[in-house]
């Protein structure tokens, strides 16, 4: 089942001479459950891609339809939600909140949805993530591989359609890189969880089920690599 399409999507900075196509029509799907891998150099345009993907940013042309709806057809409001219940984003630097602990931390979200927290889930969640006796521990108090495992808790809390990780392991030593690699495809595998990665850690990318190569805006490679 097809949990996102992309259809030529565009994405232009700047005017005239200082103009950029950061992407530049741009088309693939993505099925429920599938595990991707986005590569590239820098300034290929795949974060552009992903925070349009994530409703972070809006594109210039072209339509993104997550389980079957036209992301940029909403308004503002409804964007907001869209980005709250739809998308869960994981960021290399984690953009946690200083001064909430772990499970304030991961329950954000839903608090933000004015939702109750689902309590089986977020135990759930905690135990999966090795994070277990520190629930009111600040950011200031875990280890960088700690904090990201509060950022991938975040994401998932709300069992969204699709996880987006922009460089998730980016900060990370390689045990630590691993240990945050496995946890996404339990996600994957356990929640049948939609995961699509940027990464240019090739070990991260070739554990995806598929990689899509990106270059100057354009995908240059799109391979299946396991099923």
């Known amino acids: 089942m097809e949990i996102l399409k992309v259809e030529n999507l565009t994405k232009i900075y700047g005017k005239g001479e200082n103009q950029v196509n950061a992407l530049d029509n741009v088309s693939f799907s993505v099925e429920k459950g599938e595990f991707v891998a986005i590569i590239g150099p820098s300034g290929s345009g795949k974060s552009t891609l992903l925070h349009i993907l994530g409703g972070v940013d809006k594109p210039t042309s072209g339509k993104v339809w997550m389980d079957g709806n036209d ?80 950022s991938i808790g975040r994401a998932l809390m709300n069992a969204p359609a699709v996880v987006l990780a922009d460089e998730p392991t980016g900060n990370l030593d390689s045990k630590n890189s691993q240990e945050i690699v496995d946890l996404l495809k339990v996600s994957n595998q356990k929640y049948n969880q939609t995961l699509i990665v940027i990464t240019h850690d090739e070990n991260v990318a070739l554990q995806a089920d598929r990689i899509i190569a990106i270059e100057d805006g354009k995908i240059k490679r799109d391979e299946v690599i396991r099923k």
């Open 71 to 150: 992301v940029y057809a909403q308004n503002d409001e409804q964007l907001a939600i869209f980005r709250r219940r739809q998308v869960g984003l994981i960021y290399q630097f984690y953009n946690l909140i200083p001064v909430l602990n772990v499970t304030e931390n991961i329950t954000l979200p839903v608090l933000m949805d004015g939702r109750q927290v689902n309590e089986a889930r977020l135990n759930e969640l905690l135990d999966i993530l090795k994070l277990k006796g520190r629930e009111s521990h600040l950011p200031n108090e875990l280890s960088g591989g700690q904090q990201q495992r509060v």
